[in-house]
């Protein structure tokens, strides 16, 4: 190892480190010279890894379900995060994960082309992270060894195939203390430059005391984006304790209210909605709800009912599934609020 992350430190203090070389028989050198170094004033954000300050997400499907099926070269530009769904559980290891491209389901779309693909977004200055979970996802991290077979799988994954992050969309539930363990020894192997992603359901950022929420706060310091999905949830409550109607304004931003004010920074908070009607079985609004609902949380403006008592002008953005349900419906979520979410301040 040549390089090495200091995690969990505190801000404005001063920390002394020194190295010294082994080899695998255990024979050391002497230590070399004490380094130090202070940290900053902080908090501050986790390495950005060259995404803009908002961003458009999108999931990109590996199998075909009846929406556009696309090759990640068709995903639009306007998409700066491409999260492709979905890893698959390893049954011989609990916790660990594999990735197996759905060649036949894809038209012929073959790993060597879907490497060439994930590189030229990377180089056009996109990222492409791998989605954990699903629907139908069996991956569970429930434990210290599933926790080390989930990083260490990931890590082999995530580099085999050039993917810069992980996306965790577990709909089955999740284990924050595990889990957490999983994604810092991740971020340990991998580096600073980690994406690390997460879409819960609606129901599971109601609380602080909820384990996805959990998850978030646990992680803060080394976590991208949460893009909660504000759909197939119904009616909930808001962070005025006001019950709001799925697939409103009020109901979007009532939502993202509690994140923020419930301890993620403004720059983690991501809207998620569908790409189109077909793309879930309910909760979809227009890409003019979408962008009322950023404009009411960033700026105070176009809001509904509910009208936040503060903005958050560092809202990070949006995200859709799916990038192919939204090409079956025009890119309409891609070109209008794509551009929206880049025009915001």
């Known amino acids: 190892m040549t390089n090495w992350t200091a995690t969990g430190l505190s801000p404005s203090t001063t920390y002394s480190f020194k190295v010294r070389a082994c080899d695998p028989s255990g024979n050391c050198s ?20 060259s995404l803009p300050k908002h961003i458009l997400t999108g999931y990109w499907q590996n199998f075909n ?25 390893d049954a011989s290891r609990p916790g660990a994960i594999t990735f197996n491209l759905d ?41 210290s060894t599933a926790a080390n077979n989930f990083a260490g799988s990931a890590l082999a994954v995530l580099q085999e195939y050039g993917f810069d992050g992980i996306d965790i969309d577990l709909e089955n539930g999740v284990n924050a203390q595990y889990m957490g363990q999983a994604l810092r020894s991740l971020q340990s192997q991998f580096g600073s430059g980690l994406v690390i992603a997460m879409a819960p359901q609606t129901i599971d950022m109601q609380s602080t005391s909820f384990e996805y929420f959990k998850l978030a706060l646990a992680t803060k310091d080394i976590l991208t984006v949460v893009n909660v999905q504000y759909y197939n949830s119904g009616s909930m409550n808001g962070c005025d304790g006001q019950v709001y109607s799925q697939g409103t304004v009020d109901f979007i931003t009532a939502q993202a209210c509690i994140m923020l004010q419930g301890g993620l920074r403004p720059d983690q908070v991501g809207l998620g909605l569908p790409a189109s009607s077909r793309a879930a079985g309910s909760g ?38 799916s990038t192919n349900w939204d090409a079956l419906n025009g890119n309409a979520f891609a070109n209008q609020v794509g551009s929206h979410v880049h025009s915001l301040p």
């Open 30 to 49: 002497p230590y070399g010279a004490t380094v130090s170094g202070t940290t900053s004033s902080g908090p501050t954000n986790p390495p950005a890894g």
């Open 65 to 89: 379900n009846g929406a556009t099926v696309q090759r990640i070269s068709d995903v639009p530009a306007a998409y700066d995060l491409i999260a492709v769904a979905f890893a698959d559980a």
């Open 103 to 143: 060649s036949a389901g894809l038209g012929g779309y073959t790993v060597a082309q879907f490497k060439a693909d994930i590189a030229a977004k990377k180089a056009a200055g996109k990222k492409v992270i791998l989605s954990v979970g699903g629907q139908n996802g069996t991956i569970s991290v429930g434990d």
């Open 284 to 321: 979809y609004v227009s890409p003019t709800i979408v962008n009322n609902a950023l404009d009411c949380l960033t700026k105070g403006t176009s809001c509904g009912n509910f009208k936040p008592s503060t903005t958050w002008p560092a809202l990070r953005g949006a995200m859709t599934w």
